[in-house]
């Protein structure tokens, strides 16, 4: 239980490894970032797969909660445990918008991940499903 003037530990996890800050990232809950924020989270804190907030964002198009982190200096190029950074998960959940923020805030294109795929791999990998999709509805 917490004593009077005793701020929370806001950085505390769930079974995955997820804080509130990530939940309320994923969500675009900017307002609650805010406040946990404030009340001291670790904006570049990992959960289990090695997401942090601007992740879980980046990969919901979240673009608001995406600027309130990286205005606030989350690492935007901080892979996960498959070496997949926010502007990766971006392209691949066609999220161009907080693709092109992440880009304009130094976000590397160049980044590898484990399997040797940049951001722009998965945009192309991303059209080719869809032209595929298209391919279909059309017959």
């Not at 590397?108 to 722009?120: F, I, M, V, Y």
Request: proline share 3%; net charge positive; with cysteine.
């Amino acid at each position: 239980m917490l004593k009077i003037g005793e701020k929370p530990d806001v950085n505390v996890t769930d079974g995955d490894g997820r804080t509130a800050l990530m939940w309320a990232a994923a969500n675009g809950e900017e307002n609650l970032c805010a406040v946990f924020v404030s009340l001291g989270a670790d904006l570049n804190l990992r959960d289990k797969r090695g997401r942090t907030a601007l992740s879980h964002a980046a990969a919901n198009g979240q673009s608001g909660a995406v600027k309130f982190l990286v205005e606030r200096k989350a690492n935007v190029n901080l892979a996960d445990n498959n070496g997949i950074a926010p502007l990766m998960w971006a392209c691949l959940n066609v999220h161009p918008q907080t693709a092109e923020f992440l880009l304009q805030h130094n976000a590397d294109p160049n980044l590898k991940d484990k399997k040797g795929r940049t951001a722009a791999r998965f945009v192309q990998e991303t059209s080719a499903q869809y032209q595929q999709l298209a391919k279909m509805m059309v017959k």
